[in-house]
């Protein structure tokens, strides 16, 4: 089964500073699909960022961009010009194709990292 | 304005009494799903639906009952909820197709079951 690990469950940063959250993952799948989502304290869940696991050039939105090592099973995000509206809490998700998954799209989560914006 | 509605956003009920999470997605999306958010333990699947009337269990499905009558809509029900299904409910929806659709998430339930 697959597995998704955030080794930091709590991260600050300076405004205007560069950050990065990592996040590890287990899988013995060679297609599938990692998605980083947003929960401010609203409790929205807002998607930031997806990559595909056959595409080797990194996703990148905006400020957001992602190093993915597919050997390593790492896939980080990096906030650049961090903002106080960035913070919140972050979550790594993985998703099999649905051929894999008997059509089930589940996204299987890490337990998150919490982002603090100093200003 | 596409998006996941979800009601209520929150409630405060007691054990045993029968409750209704109601989900809507107004973006013809076949594919629905139920999550719930617990400290530690993170975001766990409770049910799925991939179109209407066909529904399947997730990772946590004792306690739950949904159905798919119509595409729009994916309610969650508690037949006599427990202290224990005390937790922040996410209604997820994505097109069918595709390689990699993201899911739209609604903007959660926060139940609290006394």
């Known amino acids: 089964a697959q597995t998704v690990t955030q080794s930091q469950p709590e991260m600050s940063v300076q405004e205007a500073e560069t950050v990065t959250l990592s996040c590890t993952y287990d899988t013995s799948e060679s297609d599938y699909y990692l998605f980083w989502y947003k929960q401010p304290p609203s409790r929205q869940m807002i998607l930031v960022i997806r990559?595909?696991?056959?595409k080797q050039q990194n996703a990148t939105e905006n400020r957001f961009s992602v190093n993915f090592q597919k050997a390593a099973k790492s896939f980080s995000l990096k906030i650049s010009d961090s903002q106080l509206g960035d913070a919140a809490m972050y979550f790594c998700a993985y998703r099999s194709p649905f051929f894999n998954a008997g059509n089930n799209r589940k996204l299987i989560w890490g337990l998150g990292t919490s982002l603090a914006v100093n200003p | 304005e596409a998006q996941v509605t979800q009601n209520p956003r929150y409630l405060i009920t007691v054990t045993g009494k029968k409750l209704t999470v109601t989900c809507s997605q107004n973006?013809?999306?076949?594919?629905m799903s139920w999550y719930r958010q617990d400290p530690g333990l993170g975001l766990r699947q409770i049910y799925y639906s991939m179109n209407v009337e066909v529904t399947d269990k997730g990772d946590v499905p004792e306690g739950y009952k949904v159905s798919r009558k119509e595409k729009r809509n994916f309610p969650l029900i508690l037949e006599s909820p427990s202290p224990n299904q005390t937790s922040l409910y996410f209604c997820a929806s994505s097109p069918g197709g595709g390689r990699n659709q993201p899911q739209h998430f609604g903007d959660g339930t926060r139940l609290s079951i006394l």
């Open positions: 990559q595909e696991a056959y």
């Open positions: 973006m013809n999306h076949e594919y």
